[in-house]
């Protein structure tokens, strides 16, 4: 018995109170011009309600979800507010691309102007030629070794030219209206999958089997049997492309085990605000930092057959109105920060990706130009598809503007109405949409299934139902863990950031004679790992946020689990109190224990659930469950408290981390189904903890650069301007001389390493006739020339310098450290004073010292220029800082440019 029905899970996207139409761009799609386009807003006069779903036996008052149900009681009037008349209010804003948006003001009715003005071209292929050793034409099913791929950038021109040749032949032979179908899905809950693309019947061989779209960014999503793979924030936390890499492939074998065509991740929005709800599902709070782990992910996915999906396009930071607010982002940020991501799947061969909820500087990212057109196909070169969130299409024309495919298919759910289908077919008819485009579409869909070999009669039929788990006809319950546990667990482990140790108390050993596990935070779930639909609520220990991001636990090891085994091992005893809020006596039961380990948790996750008045962001940056108190009762009586954080982004801390009673502080984040044994690696030295901070920690909330917006008021567009532009997370505290808790790239380790022997040299290269004048006039401060794919031109990105030097491991014992590479770009670059452009991971054994070596590429080195449109050098000397840590900087040097 579920209070929350499973057909409530995706209410995130039955969307908007209003309909919101934008002009025609006044511009054809390959022009870089900004567009001037003007917003309606129509308001329905019925607004929301709200049911409360009360999760499986919550009895706390602080673990009952709430699911925002608006939809439920609401979608007729929605799909009525569509028609201008009922009853409606409605609101009209100028909106120009240049200009951010204000509260829009109350003008005049929308008036649509004819649509018939458009030219459209398909952009064309972009002509990559492999050059082999560091550009080599590559597979996506043989993807570079990991090891090189910092060192050579793999080409998937040739399989994109072949997969293209295919995919033109098989839609030479569809109708139009079949062609229009390989563009829309279904309809919501239409087919066995989150998202479907139906078949196409073999009438004169030209079937098609369809396409299954599922979630999640960490596991796979309504299955059963799979694995609950740690969350992006851990993946990014290892800062190791290794362990990034096999747990994309170990993703990529579970999705396609279970008949996925194309798996939604991995999501690379940007930890623009601590409290973001989804930030747990990316990388963090750094462009590059987030670009390697999504260029890796990618990499590894679809080596495992399946096609990702790199989302959400873009600007999708917070959860909070993410439907009617405008991201407004000033081009230069646009590029360093915000797309840079995406430029990275790109270059990693994504087949797909997914426009956000959002709108972007007043367009909805669905219909937005700029961004799908001119950014991505024009510069980027991308020749996959874009698919629309979930009911984030608002017109037809946004075929024009650069969507691809239409997800799930009807415009709000189960409306049996598509902005594509009939509509399309119709807008080509008459003329107002060119059938080239259309051809490009479904091209470009059919291409992306034949690149991952989809057409392979070995690849898996859809063996689950996501929305009938329980109907045996349509589930054969495959197992695909395979052994990826070992994967999930070293992830765990490699992820933990150990951020305070004191007084010998870490590794834990024979020393730590009497153990007692204090919070919640550090057994199971009331009532197993999927008591909550979703994973929308936490009280046990807390493995991964909620949402759609999420998959089920086949089985999940608590601390528990784990530690009692070692205590087994070393003969240790132990003793637990899960109750959060009984101070006194998780006090009383820490006294005369020679180790208090206390468990603290922080969730968050997606807007359609509401978890103790978290509306999917965070509502604060306190520890849940009143933690901050736990620490506090337990640090008062006894001296060696070790604070255990299962957290989905930074805590303010300050309530206890300087507490002298407080040993050691470990870090946890959301490391999924091996949650305890990762720790129990961690805590006992069986893993010398290498994991580092993938945002910063501060000491107060203020000291952040953005908060989420929570204004706004359900009529209106809410803006939220992106004025910190370049300076998000660390790059704020440096250029306003802030001093964090815990900096961006910290972590602390077992044992200790001395840096020495830094040298920055030029990498030799022979460049080809044709690049050498592009590579001198970047040397003199030009801007490149934009261009179909210049934005991943191979002589912007190869290793064209290099930083060696020394680590030597100073310590007890082996251990792995991350080295990671920041440029100072000189002031009047407008750069902050330090960005991260390379990092590693080393092992070295006591006492020995290990050569490093860090390329970084003259796209490294360059900065977007908004009036020239092109990557440039910024004048004056570069330098190159290497450290522990975004602060802790050991070496310094100059790049020789
Ligand atoms: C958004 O507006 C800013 C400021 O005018 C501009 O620099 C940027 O290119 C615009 N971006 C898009 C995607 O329209
Ligand atoms: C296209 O899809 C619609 C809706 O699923 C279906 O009714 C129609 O038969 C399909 N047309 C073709 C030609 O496959
Ligand atoms: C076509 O789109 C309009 C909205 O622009 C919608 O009202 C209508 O229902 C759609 N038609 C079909 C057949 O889905
Ligand atoms: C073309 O068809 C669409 C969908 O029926 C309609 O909304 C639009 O007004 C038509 N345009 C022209 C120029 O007839
Ligand atoms: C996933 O967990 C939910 C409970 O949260 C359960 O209803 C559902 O059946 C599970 N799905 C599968 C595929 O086991
Ligand atoms: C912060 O939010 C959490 C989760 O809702 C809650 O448990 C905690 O009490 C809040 N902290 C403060 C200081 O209000
Ligand atoms: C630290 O713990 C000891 C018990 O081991 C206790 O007596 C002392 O008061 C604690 N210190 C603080 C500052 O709470
Ligand atoms: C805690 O107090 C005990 C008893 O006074 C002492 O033996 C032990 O060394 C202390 N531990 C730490 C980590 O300070
Ligand atoms: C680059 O810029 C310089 C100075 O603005 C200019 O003189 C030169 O012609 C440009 N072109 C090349 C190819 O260097």
């Not at 990034?244 to 999501?267: F, S, T």
């Not at 909620?546 to 090891?557: E, K, M, P, V």
């Not at 990105?797 to 920041?822: C, E, M, S, W």
Request: with cysteine; aromatic share 10%; charged share 15%.
């Amino acid at each position: 018995m579920r209070a929350i029905t499973s057909a409530a899970f995706w209410r995130c996207a039955l969307l908007l109170p209003y309909v919101l139409a934008q002009d025609e761009a006044a511009t054809a799609p390959s022009s870089s011009a900004s567009l001037l386009s003007s917003i309606s807003v129509v308001i329905p006069s019925s607004v929301s309600s709200a049911i409360s779903a009360t999760a499986l036996s919550s009895s706390a008052p602080d673990i009952s979800a709430s699911i925002s149900s608006f939809f439920a009681s609401a979608s007729s009037s929605v799909s009525a507010s569509i028609s201008e008349s009922s009853g409606s209010s409605v609101v009209s804003a100028p909106i120009t691309a240049s200009s951010a948006v204000a509260t829009p003001q109350v003008t005049q009715p929308r008036i649509i102007p004819p649509i018939s003005s458009y030219t459209f071209s398909p952009f064309p292929v972009p002509s990559d030629v492999p050059l082999p050793p560091v550009y080599p034409s590559v597979d996506p099913s043989s993807p570079p070794d990991v090891g090189e791929s910092t060192l050579v950038i793999p080409d998937f021109g040739p399989a994109w030219k072949a997969a293209y040749t295919k995919a033109k032949a098989k839609v030479a032979g569809f109708t139009l209206e079949e062609k229009v179908n390989v563009t829309t899905g279904v309809g919501w809950q239409g087919g066995r999958c989150v998202g479907n693309i139906a078949a196409i019947e073999p009438i004169r061989g030209r079937g098609w089997p369809g396409l299954c779209l599922e979630d999640s960014p960490l596991g796979v999503r309504f299955g059963d049997f799979v694995t609950a793979f740690p969350a992006g924030i851990n993946a990014a936390a290892t800062f190791n492309r290794r362990l990034i890499r096999a747990r994309g492939l170990a993703m990529g074998q579970e999705h396609k085990g279970k008949g996925v065509n194309i798996a939604l991740g991995p999501m690379m929005n940007m930890g623009r605000q601590a409290e973001g709800g989804r930030n747990w599902e990316g990388f963090g709070g750094d462009p590059f930092l987030t670009g390697e782990a999504a260029f890796e992910t990618i990499l590894g996915m679809q080596q495992g057959g399946v096609q990702a999906c790199a989302k959400h396009l873009v600007g999708n930071e917070q959860e909070h109105f993410r439907t009617t607010s405008s991201s407004d982002i000033d081009d230069r940020t646009m590029h360093e920060i915000y797309a840079h991501p995406f430029l990275k799947s790109v270059m990693a061969g994504v087949t797909s990706m997914m426009c956000s909820y959002n709108l972007i500087n007043g367009t909805y990212a669905c219909e937005n130009d700029k961004v799908l057109n001119d950014i991505i196909k024009r510069e980027y070169g991308f020749q996959g598809f874009i698919m629309s969130d979930w009911s984030a299409q608002h017109t037809t024309i946004s075929a024009i503007t650069g969507l691809d495919m239409t997800m799930p298919g009807d415009i709000t759910f189960n409306s049996e109405t598509s902005y594509f289908g009939p509509n399309l077919t119709d807008y080509v008819n008459n003329g107002t949409i060119p059938e080239s485009r259309v051809d490009d579409m479904a091209t470009r869909i059919l291409a992306s299934w034949y690149l991952l070999k989809q057409d392979s009669s070995s690849y898996p039929a859809t063996n689950f139902d996501a929305f009938n788990p329980d109907k045996e006809e349509t589930n054969e319950h495959i197992d695909v863990q395979d052994d990826h546990n070992t994967v999930v667990r070293q992830i765990g482990a490699a992820s933990a950031v150990l951020l305070k140790n004191e007084k010998g108390a870490l590794p834990l050993g024979k020393k730590d004679r009497s153990i007692v596990l204090v919070g919640s935070g550090a057994g199971p779930g009331k009532a197993g790992p999927n008591e909550f639909s979703d994973q929308g609520g936490s009280d046990g220990v807390l493995a991964m946020g909620w949402g759609s991001g999420t998959a089920n636990f086949t089985y999940l090891i608590t601390p528990l689990d784990a530690i009692q085994s070692k205590a087994r091992e070393f003969h240790s005893s132990i003793s637990w109190f899960f109750d959060d809020f009984n101070l006194p006596r998780a006090g009383n039961m820490a006294k005369k224990r020679t180790t208090a380990l206390v468990f603290l948790v922080s969730d968050s996750g997606e807007d359609y659930i509401t978890v103790d008045g978290n509306e999917g962001d965070r509502k604060n940056l306190t520890a849940w469950h009143g933690g901050d108190a736990l620490v506090q009762a337990v640090a008062a009586q006894n001296n060696n408290t070790i604070v255990i954080v299962n957290s989905v982004g930074p805590l303010i801390l300050e309530p206890w981390i300087d507490h002298p009673n407080v040993t050691a502080v470990v870090w946890a984040g959301l490391p999924g189904s091996e949650v305890g044994n990762a720790l129990a690696d961690v805590l006992y030295g069986a893993w010398n903890p290498s994991g580092r901070l993938p945002y910063t920690i501060a000491k107060s909330v203020s000291d952040y650069p953005a908060q989420v917006n929570l204004a706004g008021n359900n009529r209106d567009v809410l803006s939220i301007p992106y004025t910190e532009g370049l300076n998000i997370d660390y790059r704020h505290f440096d250029s306003f001389n802030i001093t964090p808790r815990f900096e961006f790239g910290f972590g602390l380790t077992y044992t200790s390493f001395a840096y020495s022997g830094l040298t920055v040299t030029k990498v030799q290269t022979e460049a080809t006739p044709a690049e050498q004048p592009l590579i001198t006039a970047w040397e003199n401060g030009n801007a490149t020339a934009i261009g179909e794919g210049s934005s991943r031109a191979l002589w912007l990105h190869r290793p064209a310098f290099q930083a060696t030097f020394q680590i030597k491991n100073t310590g007890q014992v082996f251990g792995g450290d991350i080295p990671q590479l920041y440029i100072n770009f000189p002031a009047s670059s407008g750069e902050p004073p330090s960005v991260l452009k390379g990092f590693t991971n080393t092992e070295v054994s006591p006492g020995e010292k290990t050569s490093v070596t860090i390329t970084f590429s003259r796209y490294d080195l360059s900065i977007w220029d908004v009036e020239h449109q092109g990557w440039r050098k910024p004048a004056g000397k570069i330098g190159v800082s290497i450290g522990a840590s975004s602060r802790d900087v050991r070496l310094k040097g100059t790049v020789p440019v």
